[in-house]
């Protein structure tokens, strides 16, 4: 080799070398790039996106979801039930289990109807095992699991409200009268403090005649020795509006 070849042969390597090195920091600032760029931002959207779609149509809202984590004690969600005992089974398809998420496999169980899919989780049924194994479920607690598995797998089921949930949510009868034995009994059967007494017809005939209006807003703001919301702030106006009617009903 000639002096001018060895020349060369340098400064050949030299600029291969120079350009591997910016080849490799182009590869990485373009890689840095498009992990934390825009480019990813978009792929967090479209991830999104797709979740938004491929979510349940209707997902449903256990109604004693929010009784249950407020008492301990009280009955578990669906989901908590699901994710303790049935998930080993359902989550992976164990057994011939159909796994949650999975539509086609519960579109025929689901056509049988709530109540016998309901009355199969609690009795068993063929490779399911009673109550899925779960001995101190309750038939509400298993009931809300199988919601929460439908609902899961893309169909909208609903649950009626698990009884042991404190808090009534419907102006029902029942609800009233719930609310009227923890708040209102304590004046209102005995008569103390002058309140009209439940049942006592004469005592609410005038009240009565003002329209249930007049008083529920009386129950709510409170009237004279009648304190606002009888006490029981944690009481809505739906709750005190059913409070009233069962008194008015048991007064009648
Ligand atoms: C040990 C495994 C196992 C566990 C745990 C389990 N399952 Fe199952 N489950 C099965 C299998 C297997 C089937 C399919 C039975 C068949 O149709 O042959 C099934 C089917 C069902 C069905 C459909 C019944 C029908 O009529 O088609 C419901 C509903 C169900 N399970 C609810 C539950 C609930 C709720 C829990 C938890 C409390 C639970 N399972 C826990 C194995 C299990
Ligand atoms: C501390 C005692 C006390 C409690 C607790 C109480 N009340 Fe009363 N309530 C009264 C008294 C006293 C009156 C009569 C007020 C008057 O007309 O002077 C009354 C009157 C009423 C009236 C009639 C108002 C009217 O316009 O005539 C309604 C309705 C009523 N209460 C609803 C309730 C409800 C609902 C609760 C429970 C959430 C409740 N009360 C709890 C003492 C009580």
Partial sequence: MSQHDRTFAITFVGVLGFLVVLAV???????????TGGSAGENTQATQIADENIKPVGAVTVADQSGASAASAGPRSGAEV????????????AAGAPKVGDKAAWAPRHA????????????????????????????????????????????????AA????????????????????????????????GAPKVGD????APRIAQGVDTLVNHAINGIRAMPPKGTCMSCS????????????????
């Fill in 162 to 193: 698990a009884p042991a949930a404190a808090a009534p949510a419907a102006a029902s009868a029942d609800a009233g009268k719930q609310i009227y034995d923890a708040s209102c009994m304590a004046c209102h059967s005995t008569g103390a403090a």
């Fill in 82 to 93: 699901y994710n303790a005992v049935c998930m080993a089974c359902h989550g992976t398809g």
């Fill in 112 to 159: 049988q109807g709530i109540d016998t899919l309901n009355s199969n989780a609690i009795n068993g049924i063929r490779a399911m095992p009673p109550k899925g194994t779960c001995g101190d479920c309750s038939d509400d607690e298993l009931k809300g699991a199988v919601a929460y598995m439908l609902n899961e797998s893309g169909f909208k089921v609903t649950v």
């Fill in 25 to 35: 920091v182009f590869y990485f600032i373009a890689n840095s790039v498009v992990k």
């Fill in 237 to 252: 106006d739906d709750d005190l509006k059913a409070a009233v009617s069962y008194m008015v009903n048991e007064s009648k």
């Fill in 201 to 204: 017809k004469a005592a609410w």
